[in-house]
Each structure stands twice: as structure tokens, then as C-alpha cells.
């Protein structure tokens, strides 16, 4: 799976995009307010669907969105444009989730199936592998539950953002091989524990 | 639809709720780092850069001939721009206004080699002096106009005055009784410019015997508290510059040495 499954509209960001990234980026670092408000109109949704993916509910998504894009604003004057400003960002959501959920480590941290079920939910993305698309979305939540927290994180990136492993490796800060390799074994679990479609029907 | 993902989407009112609230905070948070720099370059880069102009002055060997030059010599220049720099590190009103003091006495004394082995260039020196006192006096006055200064701070710019006063005037006097004709003019109005170091309405100190003989020396503070003067320089041959208002740093008083000394 080379190419990530999402056929949805929010493609990877392209190299004309990261450049406007940058060019935004930078002049949001030295004081242009706007520029930062671009930034912010581009982006929003997908760190707001990456951190509800993450978190318990919609009101904590908000929060933690919140917090990603205030954290954003006041470390975007250190911002280097060498680094894809989108994985940047993400790295920004990564540590508000979890330093979210160190702060609430008595509740679940991630409940994909809390995910599915949500309420602007009914916006959907057909994904391509077999996998998904041969599966109901109650035994696909089912499983996704019993997988652990970055295999989730590394699903959604993938298959709902549909960044490639390059990208993922930059926002989890964990090896390009490691994220092949992690993605490779929830595929495996999800298999198992996914039964076919034609076994449902 | 049962075996797609859902993307699920922020609500547009807390999107918008959201948006507003990074610009408010942009037009703070951004600015400010802005300001944090400018700070830093400001407070320490500056300064950093005249330490290392003055350091350069020390080690190439230039200070000698410019602590023994009087005004309109070439090396003149480079001596005043050490004093300026001087002044640039003294972060405490107390330390500039000594420095300013002593500016002042070394213009006094350039007058005074001037008066006697060359009286060509008594004028220009006098010129100079002027320019001193005024700006010693014109530091002075911020301090005593400024809001929030201390007590203490404020005796002891009365105390430097006061002593400068008393020096100079001292030392005028001397030199008019041994100048030649053509240098008296000079001095006159030398001594018009020392009179505005009368720095407070109380009775003038009578100068100890050290203080007389001893001009070169610089006045030193006291702990005596005196009424604020009032009086302002009855004439101004060069405004004081923005950049030598005296500045505020509580955390450093005492004074630096001078390289041209």
C-alpha cells in the first residue's frame, strides 16, 4: 500500500502547497496576524479530525484543538520552514493529546469507536483496501479498539489523512520503517479480527 | 455506508469562535516576541558591540594619544566617542551621572592645558567644556524630574553637582589669575557655564583643602540630603541627546572605569 487509501479531497499536502506553508509560516513568525489566520482556515479541520480521532469526545477535541493552535501561535516565530509545516502542526497535536491524556490518565485515551460515532460523522471517506471496504464499520470498530494507541494514531494518519509513511514518520517522530512496520501489523490484527464481508452477509 | 470511515468535521461556531480568538492573541503574542528581540538586541547586542569598540580602542594602543588630546586634535574624537560608549553601559542614573561629572572635569582639565601651553586652542576647549556641563546638568535635571527616582538618588545627584560646583569653580578661578590676556575670555565664559553646576538652593558647601587642590579628582557621592534645585541652564550650546537621558537599573551603581583616564 504505497498510496494512502483516502481518495477524499484533503490529499497530502503538495510541494506548491508546503511552499505557501512556508511563506505563510514565515510571515506569521514575523508578526502578520493573517498569515497565521491562513494557516489556520487551511488546517483546522484536519488537526480537529486528528485530535478527535485521539481524544473522548467532540468538547475535548475543541479543547485540545484550542490548545494545538494557541501552542502553534506562540512557537511559529521558531518555526523552521525546511520542515513541512503541515508535520509540524501535527507534532503541535500529537503532544497537546498526549500531554492531555497524561493530565486525565485515569480515563481512556483513545475510543475510535467514540470516533465513528460522531455526530458530524455522516461526512465520509470510501477507503480503498480491501480490508476497509470489505468490513462493516461495527466490526471495524470493534477491532480498531483492541489495537493499541499508535497503531490507531498511524490508521487514522494514514487511512482517514492519508498521509504517507513519510509524513507520519515526521508528525510520530518514530522511522519511516517503523511506521511500515506498525501499520503493517494492525493491518494483520485488523484482518483477524475483521470478518469478511461476504461472512457478514 | 456502513464500511466507510467518517471525517468528521469541527462545528463552524467553534471554528469561527476559535479564529478570533488566535487573532486577538496574535496581535499580542506575535508583536511581543518582536519586542523580546528588539530587547535583546537593544540591551545586550548593542551594548555587546560598543564593549568590543572599546576594548579594540584599549588594545590598539590609540587610548594614550587620545586621553592627551584637546579638542581639535584628531584624536579628540576618538576620545569622546570612548566617553559616549561609557555612557552607553552605565544602566543606573547614579553611574552616568558620575561619568557625566567626570566628563566634565576632563574637559576641565583639557581647558586648563589648553590656557597654558596652548592658548590657540583654549577657545575650542572652552567650547567643549560648555558642552559638558550642560549635558552634566541637563542629566541632572531628568533625574530630578523623574518620576520615581529615590531619595537617595536624587541626594547623591545633588551631592555630584554640588561637588562639581565647587571644583570647577575652584579651579577657574585659579587659572584666570595665571592665563594670558587672550585666554581670559575664555574663561569668562567658561565660568558663566561652571556657575550652572550651582546645583541646589542650599548654602554652598565650603570646599574642603583636598577638594581644592586636588581638581583632577572626581566628585563622589555623599549621603547628605539636600532641597531639589529648581534652576535650569540659562543656555544650552548643544541639547542633551535622547540616548543620554539617564537610564534606570537599580541593580548596578557603581561606576565604570574611564579608557581615556
Known sequence: ?201 | MSDMLPRPEPREPFKRALRSQLMAQASTALVRRETVWSRFQVGLLRPAVALAAIALLLVGGAGKAAADSLSGDPAFGLKTAAEQLQLAFAFDDTTRLVLLSEQADHRLAELSRAVTTRPSAARSATDEYAIAVVRFTAAVDALRGKPGASADKRTAAEDVVDAAHLKHEAVLDELRKRAPAEAQDGLERAKLEADKLHASDRPARTPEPAERSDPTRSPQPTRSAPPARTTEPARTIEPPRASEQPRSDPTRTAPRPSPTR
Open chain 1, 1 to 201: 500500500m504505497d498510496r494512502p487509501p483516502n481518495s477524499h479531497s484533503h490529499e497530502p499536502v503538495i510541494p506548491a502547497e508546503r511552499d505557501e506553508d512556508a511563506v505563510l509560516a514565515r510571515r506569521a513568525g514575523a508578526g502578520e496576524a493573517e498569515a497565521f489566520g491562513a494557516l489556520y482556515d487551511r488546517y483546522v479541520d484536519q488537526v480537529y479530525r486528528y485530535v478527535y480521532y485521539r481524544v473522548r469526545n467532540e468538547a475535548e477535541a475543541e479543547d485540545v484543538t484550542s490548545d494545538v493552535f494557541m501552542r502553534a501561535l506562540r512557537a511559529i516565530p521558531r518555526y523552521e520552514p525546511r520542515q513541512a509545516f503541515l508535520a509540524w502542526l501535527y507534532r503541535i497535536a500529537r503532544n497537546a493529546v498526549i500531554d492531555r491524556s497524561r493530565r486525565q490518565q485515569a480515563r481512556p485515551q483513545v475510543s475510535f469507536e467514540d470516533a465513528l460515532a460522531h455526530p458530524m460523522g455522516d461526512r465520509t471517506v470510501d477507503p480503498n483496501t480491501e480490508l476497509l471496504a470489505g468490513s462493516d464499520a461495527t466490526a471495524v470498530r470493534a477491532a480498531l479498539r483492541k489495537l493499541t494507541a499508535l497503531q490507531q494514531e498511524i490508521i487514522v494518519l494514514r487511512y482517514v489523512e492519508g498521509f504517507d509513511t513519510k509524513t507520519i514518520s515526521k508528525i510520530t517522530g518514530k522511522r519511516d520503517g517503523t511506521i511500515r512496520g506498525i501499520e503493517f501489523r494492525a493491518l494483520k490484527e485488523l484482518r483477524a479480527l475483521i470478518p469478511s464481508r461476504e461472512s457478514l452477509s
